[in-house]
C-alpha cells in the first residue's frame, strides 16, 4: 500500500545549527502534508503543513519544501535549539476513494536530538 | 479551551479484559480520530468520525469498537484485550472535511499482560 517514510530515523545537531529532516511519500494522489513534533510522553502537536500546488511554505524558524517531482518532502528547521529535540514526524493526506474524507497517513519518524 | 482530553493517561489490562479509552474535545470539532502508536513507528488510524452518529473504519480496526453520540465525545471501546493491543493511543479532533490540522490528546498508555 502507499505509505510515508522517513529517510534519516536519527538527527543529531549541535544548538544554532540547522536542522534538516527529510520525508519521501509514494502516493502521488496525496495533495496535503503536514509535520508534526512528538515530545516524550506527549502527543503530536502541529508545526507546519503544504499543500501540493506550493513547493514551499515557511513558518516561524521553520521551512517545509516539497518536491513533487520525486516525492521529497523536507522539514528545516533554523538556529536549532534544545527544546527542538523530539520526534518528527510527516504525515500525507490521502483522499479516500474520491470523498473529501482525507485519513492522515504518518511517516515512522526522526529523532531530532539537539546538543547545547 | 481544554482541547483534546483523553483519560486515562496509564492502563495495564489483563488479557481479555475489555475497557473503555475516554476521549473529549471542547472545540467543537466535528472531527474525530483514534490513533495507535507502537514503539518506533508512527501512527496508524484504529477508527474515525465525521460526525456525531457517523463512525468508519480506519487502517487497523480489528478488536476495537467506537461510538459517537455527541460531538464532543469519542469513546474507544477495546472488548476482549490481546498483548497485541499494547500500545500508545492517541485521540485527535480536526476543524473541516478533511483531517488537516489535527489536534492530538496526550495519549493514553495501556499495557496488556
Known amino acids: 500500500g502507499e505509505s510515508v517514510g522517513l529517510h534519516l530515523p536519527t538527527l543529531s545537531v549541535q544548538e544554532g545549527d540547522n536542522s534538516i529532516i527529510n520525508c519521501a511519500y509514494s502516493n502521488s494522489a496525496s495533495d496535503y502534508f503536514i509535520w508534526y513534533k512528538q515530545e516524550s510522553g506527549k502527543g503530536p502537536q502541529f508545526i507546519i503543513d503544504?499543500?501540493?500546488?506550493?513547493d514551499k511554505r515557511q513558518g516561524q524558524r521553520v521551512t517545509v519544501l516539497l518536491n513533487k517531482t520525486v516525492k521529497h518532502l523536507s522539514l528545516q528547521i533554523a538556529a536549532t535549539q534544545p527544546g527542538d529535540s523530539a520526534v518528527y514526524f510527516c504525515?500525507?493526506?490521502?483522499?479516500?476513494?474520491?470523498?473529501?474524507?482525507?485519513?492522515?497517513?504518518f511517516g515512522q519518524g526522526t529523532i531530532l536530538t539537539v546538543h547545547p | 479551551n481544554a482541547g483534546v482530553t483523553q483519560t486515562p493517561k496509564f492502563r495495564i489490562l489483563k488479557i481479555g479484559q475489555s475497557m473503555t479509552l475516554q476521549c473529549t474535545q471542547d472545540m467543537n470539532h466535528n472531527y474525530m480520530y483514534w490513533y495507535r502508536q507502537d514503539p518506533g513507528m508512527g501512527l496508524k488510524l484504529i477508527y474515525y468520525?465525521?460526525?456525531?452518529?457517523?463512525?468508519d473504519k480506519g487502517e487497523v480496526p480489528n478488536g476495537y469498537n467506537v461510538s459517537r453520540s455527541t460531538t464532543e465525545d469519542f469513546p474507544l471501546r477495546l472488548e476482549l484485550a490481546a498483548p497485541s493491543q499494547t500500545s500508545v493511543y492517541f485521540c485527535a479532533s480536526s476543524y473541516g472535511q478533511s483531517n488537516e490540522k489535527l489536534f492530538f490528546g496526550s495519549g493514553t498508555q495501556l499495557s496488556v499482560l
Open positions: 504525515a500525507e493526506n490521502m483522499k479516500a476513494g474520491g470523498t473529501s474524507y482525507g485519513k492522515l497517513t
Open positions: 468520525s465525521v460526525g456525531a452518529g457517523i463512525t
Open positions: 503544504i499543500r501540493s500546488n506550493m
